[in-house]
């Protein structure tokens, strides 16, 4: 059994956490109907109830490097159901906030984002999609970004403002991230 | 403001807390109006089937309440009436009412049943919840008080079946509703509640015929219910072989702004479990909590026994949803203790619903210029919690705040206290004495036997063949009439038990059916008001020594009835009327014990109108209430402390008498002797009525290094130290542990307190402190009520709560300077090391050491653990079995000071009600001595238990026992011991009890 | 003539234009305008893209996309149960918290553009239940897919939080419910019907693993009851079911049910070629459409 001293915790995690979104982490009184009927708990160890807990402790080193935090597919039955609205899937949001600036981001999202920073949208137009939208008389790329590069400069514009690139070690030069 | 104040109450709510109230005041000499806007008294008790925690049925401890009720001739009931407007003032109100119409003639109706029989339509049953269908007219329930029948207008189809069978034509469709005013001094509000709709959590499938509410399944088990008793999972009507309680079902839920705690749900669920095993053996129940919270007096030994003897499965996890198959089969998913998620099956789900304010709350807080909280609750104050903030308008109960029947009982009988208080100079201005009618001399006549045998509902019957024990007893010798009754305590049946003792020319009655324990004091006033000596009057026990036990032997059960019948007809033959002889007594009352509850109750009892003598051992008046310095809601308890001691200190009524203790008491009712004990000096005081006010301790742990290193200190150490300034918690830590020295082997108890105390003052520190570090190590979360939002506001703080097992307890070492606490916590099984500036034990309320030399010189019984035992659990939680004298705060059981309070203006209403008499009616069922017998051996004075016999020189000049009829308490104890047989019991004779053995050895 | 700014978000036009060719050609026929919003960019995807890293920048992203749709004073219509999650909750936030309001549009500011909090964001589900009706579907439909047995699949965005959707109880819905019904067919309910899709949050791509199993799980109790077709009304939850069953079947695990969107099915009643809404597929369909078409029309 792990055996931690409370003296080492994290006293900044809940105030961080607050701070990123998850303002009612504190209301948490663990009853468990989060983890109970949570989609991801029936396939893997992922328990919101514990990820709170944790967090209010200040057991940083257990949540902020763990892939936990980014199983949850935000589906908020958690969130609508909590009985003391501690809005736990703001809190898996504030934490993943946290753990990105410590360097804890998996490839998928980071890659996500960046795609949004290169195109304007989550995925890329691709040329097969683009004949098959003709096929269907619809214009090869739909009104969007995907037609029209000063959208892209302005999402560009608001990831500059907000820091972004830096918390997802996003290149500007290459337009690519590194590593 | 007018000199007149009126001698009359109204109370707005008839439930058990509503009938408590008015049976207290129409005791103490004033009339009571008692409002309900149902048809019927009795309120959601009267639909309980069991209560917990002795597994008493509901209505066989309330039925002498309702059968009281009707016939006090003090309380005038307004039943299917609403008010309309209060107008006035305290001492001097005016009530509007309406009355609305059952469109049957009360005077007229019997409640014979024969127009339900014949009416066509259809409703839905109220009383049972909506389970079945009623008729259009109706009587809620057997035992309904008035038992008068109802017609609802909106559905009835006018057919007019029911005016044409009614034979006393009380009928009439032209009846309208009527308004009435009446004058009244004060008021006591006990509107109760009503239960949470799951409608509002839809993923609880309230909408799936097997899911109940349980207050649903409370019907099902009730004998009077849709399924007569039986236990079944409603889509198939067979027995289930699995069910599940899902807690908290709108209850500590702020997302549905119901943040507060019902308290009675896990001790009502247990219940539910406990007995729907009884019913069906080998079914599977399981309760699934967030904390368990069985903090009551007895609760949590309850808890105990429903894991360890009856195999109840509890599983800490609250429920997210209820979830069904495609079969129509429900199933639950949670979260196990291990963390895995597990799936299991039930036959039935039981929502465990919540409390919530009754409807017509806002109208009745309108009209009557009163607060409601939040919630929608009465909005009261910590310390006064019958009090509404108008003056006159006093409250209990559930409407307060959600509570368990002791608990409401007390706060019934305590508004009565508030209530009269106000009006107390003109008691007995608007009363009826009750009149009976003159004795029958059935002297020199043979027995007339009438044996009535009660069905019970199916409590009896369903074991017991009820009619073939009739037809045996009409053969018994004396016995000229026998018959079988469905519910012989019903109001309805006294006047029938009534009617066949002057039409047979009874003169010996027996009743046949439950404990005369609770029933024999009704029976006995019904022959009283038939013309017979109450004494003429003997029960037969068929149901608690015979039906429930045993249950699965009907034929053999069936003999039995018949042997314990023919041996009450035994007896029956050899009764003789006995007399009651009134004697005088004092008028003034004696309070042991001055902390808050004594100098609560000497106030309350002043205001009265009687003279209080307050005893306390110590050189301070103030008991624990010294040590409290914090409340939850901000109050202070140091000005209440100060305000509680200047009034009793210059009360004229009431002597204080510090630094005193008590050598002897010696007395009965009415007339109590007390020799007392200060510095030296000694004192006799006389009094009508003692109030054991003695208080409780706070344990001094044994564990975890108390005592052996100054940060560490108890709560009370804790507050005394905080409030005078003498720590510093800037930037430390801090820990608390609860369940110190409670729920352990040696001490099973829960304390009740210590979970509201530790939030307290872990609020307190983080409002000082905001830095400081706070951990609060717990079994269970016991904030009950409306502190759930303090356990809330605690967390919102910061302070951390760490859960940790019994068998599985927090360590606490030191390291050289250093103290470590070590717990593992059970949610996440990991070990944390904690190092406190400051560790606070929550430690247990322990009974106070002096309890079994009280108990001695009164003779009054202590529970196991050395708290005093009220006469009974629910529903005389301030009595003790000894008339004229009474209980109050933690000498009771651990409690906080808002329920202290209430405790304490209880005992004062239950003593009034004896102080208001002008004398004291001695018992019947006494001993008496031959003196031409007696050797004046003294066995008997050496052998009472409560010294009553005396020996003296008699007229004759002989040496003999004299036994003093105003102090025996019938016990029987010298009668057994006698060696001359000089002592003959009086309804105990030996002739009696052997004519009752040789009859059982009769074939 | 009811009019909407027609919000596309990304998987619909990048990887399924035809559900984005289904509604434009049944929404044009029934009588409702679709306005493009030229310019607009990803909402940005929930839990997958800037929400994970910085509240405001996907504020920001949100509400320059609904400024466009200001700027043409239309209310906007997602088809996407993502999008209407993103959009929403960022409508609805802003609307109520000037503090935030004013720090986006200071962002906003730079690029020529004002978030003003004027338009309703709304999902298609609820402009088909509400502007079109179950009644007109009824008629369009004619019973014609009685028989059919149907498993449909809200997602999690369009109902929760229902305190932003404020739409449908999410514990007991019934507006997809009837939708489905109103075409004749028999909407199935299984204990996993409101389960989650297992895509979200990022989790498609982070651990496909563990988002097919969560997919699985639910793809056993519709394949149990033998639906002839599972029907979404968001684009992600589709390519979860439709690539999603794939990669099963390419493990060893068969699970073929065909997945459409709402509408797609709803042109092919219409009398829609099945080339122009219906073609986009990894869970062949031919068997089901063959079915759908033979059925009498109206």
């Known amino acids: 059994m792990e055996v931690i001293e409370l003296k080492n915790a994290d006293r900044t995690l809940p105030q961080r956490v607050k701070e990123f979104g998850g303002i009612d982490l504190l209301a948490c009184y663990q009853c468990g109907t989060c983890s109970s009927d949570c989609p991801v708990g029936t396939e893997f160890f992922f328990r919101i109830r514990r990820i709170m807990r944790k967090a209010a402790l200040g057991l940083s080193e257990q949540v902020l490097p763990a892939k936990d935090i980014w199983c949850c597919t935000t589906c908020f039955t958690c969130f609508d159901r909590c009985p003391q609205d501690a809005k736990p899937t703001d809190v898996i949001l504030a934490l993943r906030r946290v753990a990105a600036r410590e360097g804890y981001t998996p490839q998928a999202s980071r890659n996500t984002s960046a795609n949004i920073t290169k195109f304007g949208h989550a995925v890329p137009s691709l040329e097969e999609i683009e004949k098959k939208r003709e096929a269907m008389g619809l214009p090869a790329r739909p009104p969007t970004a995907a037609t029209y590069p000063e959208a892209i400069r302005e999402i560009q514009l608001i990831v500059k403002k907000r820091g972004i690139a830096e918390i997802i070690r996003f290149n500007w030069e290459k337009m690519e991230l590194e590593g | 403001m007018s000199e007149d104040k009126i001698g009359a109450v109204l109370v707005v709510g008839a439930g058990i807390a509503g009938m408590q109230s008015a049976l207290d005041l129409a005791d103490s000499g004033f009339k009571v109006y008692l409002l309900t806007e149902y048809p019927s008294i009795g309120g959601y008790m009267a639909k309980l089937d069991k209560t917990f925690p002795t597994n008493d049925c509901a209505m066989c401890i309330i039925s002498p309440k309702l059968v009281d009720v009707a016939g006090h001739p003090n309380i005038e009931l307004l039943t299917n009436c609403d008010l309309l407007e209060l107008s006035g003032e305290p001492g001097s109100f005016k009530a509007r009412i309406r009355k609305r119409t059952r469109y049957v003639d009360e005077e007229k109706c019997t409640g014979c049943g024969s127009c339900i029989s014949v009416c066509p339509v259809e409703i839905l049953d109220g009383f049972n919840e909506n389970l079945r269908g009623t008729k259009n007219i109706f009587i809620p329930f057997p035992q309904a008080v008035p038992l008068k029948a109802t017609r609802r207008k909106e559905t009835c189809m006018g057919c007019g079946l029911c005016k044409v069978v009614c034979e006393s034509g009380a009928i009439d469709f032209n009846l309208t509703d009527s308004e009435i005013t009446i004058d009244i001094g004060?008021?006591?509000?006990?509107?109760?509640?009503?239960?949470?709709?799951?409608?509002?959590?839809?993923?609880?499938?309230?909408?799936h015929p097997d899911v109940l509410r349980s207050i649903e399944f409370e019907r099902f088990l009730a004998p009077t219910g849709p399924t007569g008793g039986h236990v079944i999972k409603p889509s198939t009507g067979e027995e289930p072989k699995s069910i599940a309680w899902i807690q908290c079902v709108g209850s500590r839920n702020e997302r549905l702004d119901r943040g507060y705690c019902s308290s009675v749900c896990c001790t009502y669920a247990i219940k539910e479990a406990v007995i729907a095993k009884e019913h069906v053996p080998d079914l599977s129940c399981t309760i699934f909590y967030m904390d368990m919270r069985t903090f009551g007096k007895g609760f949590e030994e309850y808890y105990n026994r429903a894991k360890d003897e009856y195999g109840i499965e509890f599983i800490r996890c609250r429920v997210p949803s209820v979830k069904v198959r495609t079969d129509g089969g429900l199933f639950i998913r949670y979260e196990n203790e291990e963390g895995e998620i597990e799936e299991r099956e039930f036959d039935v789900v039981v929502l465990s619903v919540g409390f919530q304010p009754p409807d017509g709350n806002r109208e009745l807080a309108r009209i009557l210029g009163i607060d409601l909280n939040k919630f929608g609750f009465c909005e009261t104050g910590e310390f006064t919690p019958l009090e509404t903030g108008r003056e006159g308008i006093y409250v209990c109960g559930a409407f307060v705040e959600p509570k368990d029947i002791p608990e409401t009982v007390a706060q019934g009988s305590g508004a009565s206290a508030k209530a009269s208080a106000l009006i107390s100079t003109s008691r007995h201005t608007q009363v009826t004495e009750r009149e009976f009618p003159p004795e029958r001399d059935v002297s020199g006549e043979l027995p007339r036997i009438g044996v009535f045998v009660c069905h019970c509902g199916i409590n009896i019957a369903s074991v017991v063949d009820v009619l073939a024990v009739v037809e045996y007893a009409k053969t018994l010798p004396g016995v000229v009439y026998a018959e079988n009754d469905l519910y012989a305590c019903s109001q309805d049946n006294q006047k029938h038990i009534q009617e066949v003792i002057k039409e047979y020319n009874l003169n010996r009655v027996i009743v046949a059916s439950c404990s005369p324990r609770t029933h024999e004091?009704?029976?006995?006033?019904?022959?009283?008001?038939?013309?017979?000596?109450?004494?003429?009057?003997?029960?037969?026990?068929?149901?608690?020594?015979?039906?429930?036990?045993?249950?699965?032997?009907?034929?053999?059960?069936?003999?039995?009835?018949?042997?314990?019948?023919?041996?009450?007809?035994?007896?029956?033959?050899?009764?003789?009327?006995?007399?009651?002889?009134?004697?005088?007594?004092?008028?003034?009352?004696?309070?042991?014990?001055?902390?808050?509850?004594?100098?609560?109750?000497?106030?309350?009892?002043?205001?009265?109108?009687?003279?209080?003598?307050?005893?306390?051992?110590?050189?301070?008046?103030?008991?624990?209430?010294?040590?409290?310095?914090?409340?939850?809601?901000?109050?202070?308890?140091?000005?209440?402390?100060?305000?509680?001691?200047?009034?009793?200190?210059?009360?004229?009524?009431?002597?204080?008498?510090?630094?005193?203790?008590?050598?002897?008491?010696?007395?009965?009712?009415?007339?109590?002797?007390?020799?007392?004990?200060?510095?030296?000096?000694?004192?006799?005081?006389?009094?009508?009525?003692?109030?054991?006010?003695?208080?409780?301790?706070?344990?001094?742990?044994?564990?975890y290094l108390y005592g052996e290193d100054e940060r560490i200190v108890t709560q009370h150490e804790f507050e005394e130290l905080m409030d005078e300034g003498k720590l510093d918690l800037s930037g430390k830590t801090v820990v608390m542990i609860q369940c110190v020295g409670s729920r352990e082997e040696e001490r099973t108890y829960c304390s009740r307190v210590c979970c509201a105390t530790a939030i307290k003052n872990s609020i307190v520190i983080k409002e000082n402190y905001p830095d400081a570090d706070v951990y609060i190590l717990y079994r269970d979360i016991r904030a009950y009520g409306f502190k759930e939002e303090y356990?809330?506001?605690?967390?919102?703080?910061?302070?951390?709560?760490?859960?940790?097992?019994?068998?599985?307890?927090?360590?606490?070492?030191?390291?050289?300077?250093?103290?470590?606490?070590?717990?593992?916590?059970?949610?996440?099984?990991?070990?944390?090391?904690?190092?406190?500036?400051?560790?606070?034990?929550?430690?247990?309320?322990?009974?106070?050491?002096?309890?079994?030399?009280?108990?001695?010189?009164?003779?009054?019984?202590?529970?196991?653990?050395?708290?005093?035992?009220?006469?009974?659990?629910?529903?005389?939680?301030?009595?003790?079995?000894?008339?004229?004298?009474?209980?109050?705060?933690?000498?009771?059981?651990?409690?906080?000071?808002?329920?202290?309070?209430?405790?304490?203006?209880?005992?004062?209403?239950?003593?009034?009600?004896?102080?208001?008499?002008?004398?004291i009616e001695s018992e019947g069922t006494i001993a008496k001595v031959n003196e031409l017998i007696c050797s004046g051996c003294g066995v008997c004075v050496a052998a009472c238990p409560y010294e009553v016999p005396e020996l003296v020189v008699n007229e004759r000049g002989a040496l003999v026992a004299r036994i003093n009829e105003a102090k025996c308490k019938g016990c029987g104890v010298c009668g057994c011991g006698c060696p001359s047989s000089a002592i003959t019991m009086n309804h105990f004779m030996d002739m009696q009890i052997m004519a009752q053995i040789d009859a059982f050895g009769a074939t | 003539?009811?009019?909407?700014?027609?919000?596309?978000?990304?998987?619909?036009?990048?990887?399924?234009?035809?559900?984005?060719?289904?509604?434009?050609?049944?929404?044009?026929?029934?009588?409702?305008?679709?306005?493009?919003?030229?310019?607009?960019?990803?909402?940005?995807?929930?839990?997958?893209?800037?929400?994970?890293?910085?509240?405001?920048?996907?504020?920001?992203?949100?509400?320059?996309?609904?400024?466009i749709a200001e700027e043409l004073g239309l209310d906007v219509m997602t088809f996407c149960g993502g999008c209407q999650g993103s959009l929403n909750w960022a409508n609805k936030l802003l609307q109520s918290d000037p503090e935030r309001k004013s720090r986006v549009n200071e962002i906003l500011s730079e690029m020529g553009r004002e978030y003003r909090g004027t338009a309703k964001v709304k999902h298609l589900v609820e402009v088909v239940y509400e502007d079109i009706g179950v009644d007109r579907i009824k008629k369009i439909a004619n019973d014609r897919l009685e028989g059919f047995k149907v498993a449909v699949h809200y997602g999690c965005h369009v109902l929760r939080p229902y305190r932003v959707e404020e739409l449908d109880d999410p514990e007991k819905p019934h507006m997809?419910?009837?939708?489905?019904?109103?075409?004749?067919?028999?909407?199935?309910?299984?204990?996993?019907?409101?389960?989650?899709?297992?895509?979200?949050?990022?989790?498609?791509?982070?651990?496909?693993?563990?988002?097919?199993?969560?997919?699985?799980?639910k793809m056993v109790q519709i394949k149990e009851l033998e639906a002839d077709m599972l029907i979404d009304i968001c684009p992600f939850c589709h390519m979860q079911f439709d690539l999603g069953q794939m990669q099963l079947r390419e493990k060893g695990e068969d699970f073929s049910t065909p997945v459409f969107y709402y509408n797609q099915v709803l042109a092919l009643l219409m009398g829609f070629d099945r080339n122009k809404v219906a073609f986009i597929e990894n869970t062949p369909r031919d068997d089901v459409i063959r079915r759908i078409l033979a059925t009498e029309r109206a």
């Open chain 3, 176 to 217: 997809l419910d009837d939708l489905v019904k109103a075409w004749g067919a028999e909407s199935l309910e299984f204990p996993e019907k409101h389960t989650c899709c297992g895509a979200g949050g990022g989790l498609f791509a982070n651990d496909r693993d563990l988002s097919l199993s969560i997919m699985r799980k």
């Open chain 2, 186 to 207: 004060s008021v006591v509000l006990a509107p109760g509640y009503k239960t949470f709709d799951p409608e509002l959590m839809k993923e609880y499938r309230y909408d």
């Open chain 3, 1 to 67: 003539m009811t009019s909407y700014a027609l919000y596309l978000g990304c998987i619909g036009p990048l990887r399924y234009p035809d559900i984005e060719n289904s509604i434009r050609l049944t929404f044009k026929e029934l009588g409702i305008e679709l306005v493009d919003m030229e310019g607009a960019t990803c909402c940005p995807a929930p839990g997958a893209g800037f929400k994970n890293f910085d509240e405001l920048a996907a504020l920001t992203v949100s509400a320059r996309n609904i400024s």
């Open chain 2, 521 to 703: 004091p009704l029976f006995r006033n019904t022959c009283r008001e038939a013309g017979l000596n109450p004494y003429l009057f003997e029960m037969a026990n068929i149901r608690d020594q015979c039906s429930w036990v045993h249950m699965h032997e009907p034929e053999k059960a069936t003999e039995k009835a018949k042997d314990l019948v023919r041996m009450a007809v035994a007896k029956a033959n050899m009764l003789q009327p006995l007399k009651t002889i009134p004697i005088e007594m004092n008028h003034e009352c004696m309070v042991i014990g001055g902390g808050i509850a004594g100098m609560t109750a000497a106030s309350e009892m002043t205001r009265q109108g009687y003279r209080v003598y307050l005893i306390e051992k110590e050189a301070e008046l103030g008991g624990n209430l010294r040590s409290i310095r914090y409340s939850l809601s901000g109050e202070d308890p140091q000005e209440l402390l100060r305000r509680m001691i200047e009034e009793v200190e210059t009360n004229p009524m009431i002597e204080v008498m510090k630094s005193t203790t008590i050598d002897s008491i010696e007395g009965y009712i009415g007339n109590f002797k007390v020799n007392l004990s200060r510095n030296g000096e000694k004192r006799e005081i006389g009094c009508g009525v003692i109030i054991v006010a003695t208080g409780a301790e706070e344990y001094k742990p044994k564990e």
């Open chain 2, 791 to 919: 356990y809330r506001r605690a967390r919102d703080l910061g302070v951390i709560f760490i859960r940790y097992e019994k068998d599985e307890k927090p360590e606490v070492t030191k390291d050289g300077d250093l103290l470590k606490v070590g717990v593992v916590d059970q949610l996440l099984k990991e070990k944390f090391i904690i190092e406190p500036d400051l560790l606070v034990l929550s430690a247990a309320t322990i009974p106070a050491a002096d309890n079994p030399r009280i108990s001695e010189l009164l003779k009054l019984p202590l529970t196991e653990h050395g708290f005093f035992l009220e006469a009974h659990a629910k529903l005389r939680p301030v009595d003790f079995a000894t008339d004229g004298v009474f209980l109050c705060g933690l000498a009771h059981s651990p409690k906080l000071i808002g329920e202290t309070v209430s405790q304490a203006c209880a005992a004062v209403s239950r003593a009034c009600t004896v102080l208001s008499r002008p004398f």
